[in-house]
């Protein structure tokens, strides 16, 4: 089953606002085993509208869109398909009723304008909206030779589209799927590039394979997506069962989580894991570490708190030997890092303290790239790493932190490996 959504309004073509609908929808479309091919985004404008639908018509089984169903000129939805059907708009009672007792509920006249709202094309079935005043639109486009185009025509508001969807959209295309579902997990991955980690699966991103791996980077967090088709969720899951246990073992501790889960999670269930706790001092990133464990519920006991140092004045205040270091080795250099956590740790009497240097002028035209410093403070030992400071200026503070939160993650996983 081919699927198509369209987002209708001049606010998503001039960028005004966000289209969050079709991202929503595409997942739920997935779920009921459609494939969706097309997402298309088209103004306020009837022959815009007219066409789009004819197009999507001929190309999906299922078409479903948002907006331009309410009361005004620009609303055009209903106008746009009694075009592709070649038929009028007649009024629906049943409709019209609703509609006028919302207005009375909220003990508001209802403009006659609103009428329209209640106007249908021809033939089509009216999906009811029980929390606001336009009704969707359910209606079949026929294909000579082909079944017909189903399409759907809900209202853009958000909490009003999900709700007709779950009690009138998705069993409709349930019905007519056969069953058939599809269902994804996604494995979370830090530490290497995109094409290395590909390089480390054997024949698995390979167009055509069931089920499917997709590989995304995002924030410099590289999402293996695992597709599969099948009767059931229980089938779908029970069929990645072999491609999930070859990706872990490949990929090994570059496998960090699995779904929602960032670094940050990991952190703090290997720190629950111990029953430790983690300071920071951060320079670089500029407290983008403590704001990332700070929004964790599950981190408040584990995360006691942070520094976010701006310059040489506030590392004073962290530690008495600043200048000396700053003097000599710069505050992008390891011993400040080194410095920095061991400080942090004492001041925060935690049982871990991670640092981050400063960042380093950053040069795109450097023949060799400067580093950015990391420090992990533990009562053992003082780690200390660099990376290259390399890549889009736009990901720099992102991956540093990540980076950052990744040294902590090894280090305890391994510790935690090695029984100590």
């Known amino acids: 089953m081919l699927a198509e959504v369209i987002s209708i309004g001049d606010e998503l073509t001039t960028g005004q606002r966000l289209d969050t609908n079709s991202q929503w929808l595409s997942e739920r479309l997935c779920e009921l085993g459609a494939r969706v091919l097309f997402h298309s985004t ?13 197009e999507a018509a001929d190309r999906a089984d299922v078409v479903v869109s948002t907006g ?6 620009d609303d055009l939805t209903r106008q746009a398909l009694t075009g592709v059907l070649g038929v009028e708009l ?5 409709s019209l009723d609703h509609i006028r007792d919302l207005f009375a509920r909220f003990m508001r006249d209802m403009p006659e304008r ?7 094309p021809a033939g089509t079935r009216p999906i009811f909206n029980p929390a606001g005043t336009a009704p969707g639109i359910d209606v079949e486009i026929p294909r000579p030779g082909r079944t017909p185009c ?24 349930a019905a007519t799927s056969g069953g058939r579902v599809i269902r994804h997990r996604r494995i979370k991955c830090f530490g290497l590039g995109e094409s290395h980690v590909e390089a480390k699966l054997p024949d698995l991103i390979r167009r055509g394979r069931e ?5 995304t980077v995002s924030g410099a967090t590289i999402t293996l997506r695992i597709t599969a088709a099948g009767s059931s969720s229980e089938a779908c899951l029970a069929s990645m069962e072999d491609t999930v246990r070859t990706i872990y073992d490949c990929l090994g501790e570059v496998v960090f989580g699995e779904e929602d889960d960032e670094l940050e999670h990991a952190v ?10 983690l300071a920071v001092a951060e320079w670089g990133t500029g407290g983008l570490v403590a704001h990332w464990l700070s929004d964790l519920p599950e981190a408040t006991p584990l995360f006691v708190g942070g520094s976010v140092i701006r310059n040489a004045a506030a590392l004073r ?34 049982d871990y303290a991670l640092a981050i240097s400063d960042f380093p002028e950053f040069d795109p035209k450097a023949a060799e790239p400067k580093r950015v410093y990391y420090a992990l403070s533990s009562p053992v030992a003082t780690l200390v790493r660099s990376v290259p400071f390399a890549g889009h200026p736009s990901i720099l503070k992102v991956r540093s932190a990540k980076q950052a939160l990744n040294l902590v993650r090894l280090a305890l996983l391994r510790q935690d490996q090695a029984g100590t």
Not at 268 to 277: F, I, M, P, Q, V
């Open 268 to 277: 703090a269930r290997l720190l629950a894991d111990e029953g430790k706790t």
């Open 317 to 350: 205040g962290l530690m008495a030997n600043a200048d000396l270091l700053l003097a000599q080795h710069g505050p992008a250099s390891g011993p400040v890092a080194e410095a920095m956590a061991a400080a942090c740790r004492a001041n925060f009497h935690a």
């Open 68 to 73: 331009g169903l309410g009361p005004t000129e």
């Open 114 to 120: 609103n009428v329209v709202q209640a106007m249908f």
């Open 211 to 215: 089920p499917s791996v997709g590989i």
């Open 42 to 54: 088209v103004a306020d404008d009837l022959e815009a509208n007219i066409r789009v639908f004819r």
């Open 90 to 94: 007649v009024l629906d009672q049943a």
């Open 150 to 173: 189903r399409i759907f025509a809900l209202p853009g508001v958000p909490a009003e589209m999900r709700e007709i969807w779950q009690a009138y959209v998705a069993p409709a295309i």
